[in-house]
């Protein structure tokens, strides 16, 4: 059985104050939810003092960003130790708007997982396709080569430590889905993939839907088999939308 995953990604959004009063509200809100695990990614300057607010409860902190390096002469950039030291358990890599903005590629992503698993944070490795790759009939080419480029040299005890978040890019913040049923076979599609390198870990590996997740759609998503959880960026902004969200069942 898989613990559906329910990520809030706050992006460059929220002060301190408004980072500690949602996670101050979310806390209390959710104290009682235990059939699923919920994950939230605030902004670097709000992580530690929310990672310190949400210690001894139900909800886990992640970071949105970290480099491929340990330590070290690279100005402005945020070790791996550092977030785990922080109370971070998560950490986002590969996310479009940082493929798109910063140009990380697979090259990148694949380094920045292989550093977060040896600081012991789990990755959420993002992928999917340009609206462009869809219309040409490329997306599952695009996917496959996500996932072997971005996954390269793991072992095969990491691959049970990794979750992967499908979003198409053209879905994220502009309000529109994939279908249901699209987004159950690109699912399934990513877990036969995993399984061809890694056998019986893609039965166990989340892998969570993202692209304009809201409170009205999440139940029929979390009805899919292989769709395990969600990561959610707009609406995990209001924390009553997010908290609705949490509580779909
Ligand atoms: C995201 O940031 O990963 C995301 C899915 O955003 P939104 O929910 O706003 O589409």
């Known amino acids: 059985m898989r613990k559906p995953l329910i990520v809030g990604n706050w992006k460059m959004n929220k002060t301190i104050t408004e980072a500690i009063n949602s996670a101050k509200t979310l806390k209390s809100a959710i104290h009682n939810v235990k059939n699923l ?32 390096e340990s330590e070290g002469a690279f100005t402005g950039e945020i070790s791996p130790i550092m977030l785990k030291d922080i109370g971070c358990s998560y950490v986002l890599v590969g996310h479009s708007e940082r493929r798109e903005i910063f140009g990380e590629n697979n090259k990148i992503v694949n380094q920045k997982i292989k550093t977060a698993l040896s600081a012991g944070l789990i990755p959420i490795l993002c992928i999917g396709e340009t609206f462009k790759e869809r219309e040409c009939g490329v997306t599952f080419n695009v996917i496959r080569k996500q996932i072997n480029e971005c996954l390269l040299g793991l072992t095969y005890e990491q691959s049970f430590l990794i979750v992967i978040a499908y979003e198409p890019v053209w879905a994220i913040g502009t309000g529109k889905t994939a279908s249901f049923n699209q987004v159950q076979e690109i699912h399934y599609f ?30 029929d998503f979390m009805k899919k088999y292989d769709i395990d959880g969600a990561l959610v960026g707009k609406a995990s902004l209001d924390i009553e939308s997010f908290i609705k969200i949490i509580r779909y069942s």
Do not use: H
């Open 37 to 68: 695990e919920v994950l939230i990614c605030p902004a670097f300057t709000s992580l530690y003092v929310v990672a310190n607010i949400l210690k001894c409860s139900n909800i886990n902190i992640g970071s949105q960003n970290s480099f491929w």
């Open 190 to 219: 990513i877990r036969k993939t995993y399984s061809e390198i890694y056998m019986d870990a893609a039965e166990k590996i989340r892998i969570i839907y993202g692209g304009s997740v809201n409170s009205n759609n999440i139940s």
